[in-house]
């Protein structure tokens, strides 16, 4: 509780944080966007097999 009340490097930190989760966003982001990719290829695959 005491840790809420004294500030620690907040305005570096701060930085940091927000790069970070930048970052983070941006590698969910292009992973989703592979996975998107990667079915959309199988199921084309799947969809000429068949047929």
Same mark, same amino acid.
């Not at 490097?9 to 998107?36: C, F, M, P, V």
């Given at each position: 509780m005491a840790d809420k009340t004294s500030p620690k490097k907040h305005g570096k930190s701060g930085e940091t944080r927000? $790069?970070?989760? +930048? #970052?983070s966003l941006k590698a969910n982001l292009a992973r989703r +966007? #592979?996975?998107a990719k990667a079915r #959309?290829?199988? $199921? $084309? +695959?799947?969809?000429k097999d068949e047929g």
């Amino acid at each position: 509780m005491a840790d809420k009340t004294s500030p620690k490097k907040h305005g570096k930190s701060g930085e940091t944080r927000e $790069d970070r989760l +930048k #970052a983070s966003l941006k590698a969910n982001l292009a992973r989703r +966007k #592979a996975q998107a990719k990667a079915r #959309a290829t199988s $199921d $084309d +695959k799947v969809g000429k097999d068949e047929g």
